[in-house]
């Protein structure tokens, strides 16, 4: 059945992080959980892995509350920039600790991992570099039974090599296991090819929830000069302008008339999604 996430709000200090979070995880997905700084992602994957405590709603796990249900616990991993580990215990044995929290470890598997990514696990956790931090809890991500792993910012201090070699495992794992998956990073061109379904975070509310392949469908640059492009644009969702010279861009989200009528001196481009990120995460900054 999945994670429904319903109605979530949360606050701290007087201060709405998450504003009535609606969404739905279906089993078998990579997700991206999208948003700027202090959006609210962290606080809403802790919230989502019973981390911390919501102000109301709920989340549903096959549809019971992650909230009153301990087997959830083993379901969900969150791997997050917190550092929960020991910082004087070495990685093999943190591998046990996480065997016994979870009821099984796949040893071989890690230890492979550790080999490509060239993690000593006879190492102290409290000696690793940030990105080794960050290599530790990716294969603490892939390696653990659980059925929902979420990623927050998982390629903290990784060199270009090791993001490649990540993404690499990420979806062997995923072809070979059907989890579930939720990455929250801002380098968003680098993993744009491997979502299925994008989240958009903004102010605490979700702004975009779609299948990646059909929300850039809705995503346009029309270029051109600033008259006729404004007038083609005229009634449409602009959510962003540029200018280079005599070109004038403006950023389109939404369904495009099939009766407009394109001048000659006018283009019409898809965006990627990092465009539409900005722009999208841009007009709604101004909003505010």
């Known amino acids: ?65 992650v909230f009153d249900l301990d087997e959830a616990l083993g379901q969900i991993y969150l791997m997050s920039e917190r550092n929960l580990y020991p910082e004087g215990t070495k990685i093999e044995k943190i591998f046990k600790l996480t065997e016994l929290f979870y009821g099984s470890f796949n040893y071989d598997y890690a230890n492979e991992l550790a080999d490509k990514f060239g993690l000593d696990v006879k190492q102290k956790f409290g000696k690793l570099s940030t990105g080794y931090r960050s290599i530790f809890k990716l ?10 792993i979420f990623l927050d910012e998982p390629i903290l201090g990784l060199d270009a090599n090791h993001r490649e070699l990540f993404y690499r495992e990420l979806l062997d794992n995923y072809v070979k296991t059907q989890k579930t998956f939720i990455i929250s990073t801002h380098l968003i061109e680098e993993i744009t090819n491997i979502l299925e379904h994008v989240f958009i975070l ?63 001196t006018v283009s019409v481009e898809r965006m990627d999604l990092q465009k539409l990120f900005v722009n999208l995460t841009n007009m709604e900054e101004t909003k505010k």
Request: proline fraction near 3%; hydrophobic fraction near 35%; include cysteine.
């Open 1 to 65: 059945m999945g994670i429904e996430v319903k109605n979530i709000q949360k606050s701290f200090n007087k201060k709405k992080i998450l504003s009535d979070v609606n969404f739905e995880l279906e089993p078998g997905k990579i997700y991206g959980l999208l948003g700027r700084n202090g959006a609210g992602k962290s606080t809403l994957l802790s919230i989502m892995a019973n981390r911390i405590f919501s102000d109301s709603g709920n989340v549903l796990l096959d549809g019971k509350s």
């Open 139 to 148: 294969i603490i991500a892939l390696t653990v039974p659980a059925r929902y």
């Open 202 to 264: 903004c102010h605490g509310e979700i702004v975009i929830d779609g299948d990646v392949e059909d929300v850039l469908k809705k995503a346009y640059l029309i270029a051109g000069p600033q008259k006729d492009v404004d007038d083609y644009c005229r009634g449409l969702n602009i959510i962003g302008k540029e200018n280079l010279g005599s070109i004038h861009g403006n950023y389109v989200y939404g369904n495009l008339d099939d009766n407009r009528i394109l001048p000659d």
